[in-house]
């Protein structure tokens, strides 16, 4: 495709380094999921994938940048369910999430668990809601700002239990961990790909996981819909993309390498000891993606509407 100056060649892609940007902190669960796919792509690609962490405004920051850049094949993206919730939450979007970018493929669906500091004053979840509604003025919840899965999941919960909270954000739920380790945050929403070793070590206490059924992972962590929430469910989608315009030949390499890693044993493994596991192969393609981004768009704009969650 012929761009201003330069000819975008696809046939030899790729022939340098390429960059995934990840719109959260380093050393969270997004940033856990990239890191895996991007080294497994990177080995069929025989290029190096690098992945730059581009926080802030709940993943819109780094979806903004991607939205921007080249369409040569040598910036990706990977985000989650928060692509299709920032329209909703954004009134003033600097980008379109559905048509700014090209779809590669769906990548895995992580489950959540909620999660408060080790010395909470709550044995389960019954005494968990007892003890935040007799504290709501005084209990944190932490996140990684408005478009984040923590975020959507507080927003659910908070809704479910008629009670709104104090929010703590951060650019991510990594950071977000440490503070709770450390005790300078009450709970969170979080994903299994980032609390799962803090769980099984007794770092943090787990109340529920956010799943229809347990987890084989964490067999005896309750559902939150048996613990007290019913129908209470948020499985954190991730997909990867490109900017809009990047030649086709190019997606088809792109796709190609995210379906090798989807198979490949040490990716599977680690997904595994996280709670969650590669999106099945004809879930995996470009099309699929572009209609599930669309769909997920539609599905959460009434409910943000709804619990009145938005940013000017
Ligand atoms: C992260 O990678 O930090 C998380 O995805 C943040 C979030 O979405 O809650």
Same mark, same amino acid.
């Given at each position: ?112 668990? /909620?999660? !408060?500091? #080790? +010395?909470?004053?709550? %044995?389960?979840?019954?005494?968990? &809601? ?6 709501? @003025? ?120 995210? /379906?090798? !890693?989807? #198979? +490949?044993?040490?990716? %599977?493994?680690?997904?595994?000891? &996280? ?6 192969? @004809? ?30």
């Amino acid at each position: 495709a012929m761009l201003g100056a330069t000819t975008v060649h696809a046939e030899d892609y790729p022939t340098k380094t390429i960059t995934m940007v990840v719109p959260f902190a380093a050393g969270g669960p997004t940033d856990t999921v990239a890191r895996l796919v991007a080294q497994s792509m990177g080995t069929k690609l025989k290029q190096q994938i690098i992945v730059e962490n581009v926080g802030g405004a709940g993943g819109t920051i780094g979806a903004a940048r991607v939205a921007k850049s080249a369409p040569d094949g040598y910036t990706i993206f990977l985000h989650h369910i928060g692509q299709s919730t920032a329209p909703a939450l954004y009134r003033k979007l600097s980008y379109n999430a559905l048509t700014d970018f090209e779809p590669v493929g769906l990548v895995t669906d992580v489950p959540m668990t /909620l999660v !408060a500091r #080790k +010395d909470f004053p709550a %044995k389960d979840f019954k005494e968990l &809601l007892a003890y935040v509604k007799a504290n709501k @003025a005084k209990v944190t919840y932490a996140n990684a700002g408005l478009g984040s899965a923590s975020h959507l999941c507080g927003m659910l919960f908070m809704t479910a239990i008629g009670t709104d909270l104090t929010t703590v954000p951060y650019k991510g739920t990594g950071p977000a961990m440490n503070d709770l380790l450390g005790g300078q945050v009450d709970f969170m929403c979080d994903q299994t790909t980032n609390t799962t070793s803090q769980i099984k070590s007794g770092k943090i206490k787990v109340y529920g996981v956010t799943t229809k059924t347990r987890l084989p992972s964490m067999p005896d962590v309750p559902t939150l819909n048996e613990a007290g929430l019913p129908g209470f469910e948020v499985a954190v989608w991730h997909g990867l993309y490109a900017p809009k315009g990047t030649p086709k030949p190019i997606i088809d390499a792109l796709s190609g390498a995210l /379906l090798t !890693a989807l #198979k +490949d044993p040490t990716v %599977k493994q680690r997904f595994a000891d &996280l709670g969650t596991e590669p999106v099945p192969e @004809a879930r995996a393609k470009p099309e699929v993606l572009r209609a599930f981004l669309k769909s997920e768009i539609d599905r959460w704009a009434p409910i943000i509407q709804k619990a009145g969650a938005y940013a000017d």
